[in-house]
């Protein structure tokens, strides 16, 4: 399931109180590789930010997704 905004801004105040990402992700419970992904994919501890965080992942769900190739052409190439 993916990280929703209140998640998001969770993880930011889990960062501010010195939380650990584990303890971040027990909070939420969430698995901390979720956690330590969206943190490091947002900036890092330092520059992390729940808005903006929120922000990049509504575009990147806006993006075109590629059409999955069909069983009959992926034979093809096997």
């Known amino acids: 399931m993916a990280l929703t905004g209140l998640d998001r801004e969770n993880i930011s105040l889990g960062i501010v109180e010195g939380l650990s990402g584990p303890q971040i992700a027990a909070r939420l419970g969430r698995d901390r590789s979720v956690v330590f992904r969206e943190i490091t994919r947002c900036g890092g501890?330092?520059?992390y930010r729940a808005v903006e965080a929120q922000k990049r992942a509504a575009?990147?769900?806006l993006r075109p997704?590629?059409?999955a190739r069909s069983s009959e052409a992926a034979g093809k190439y096997l």
């Open 45 to 47: 501890r330092d520059n």
């Open 59 to 61: 575009v990147q769900a």
């Open 65 to 67: 997704m590629p059409m």
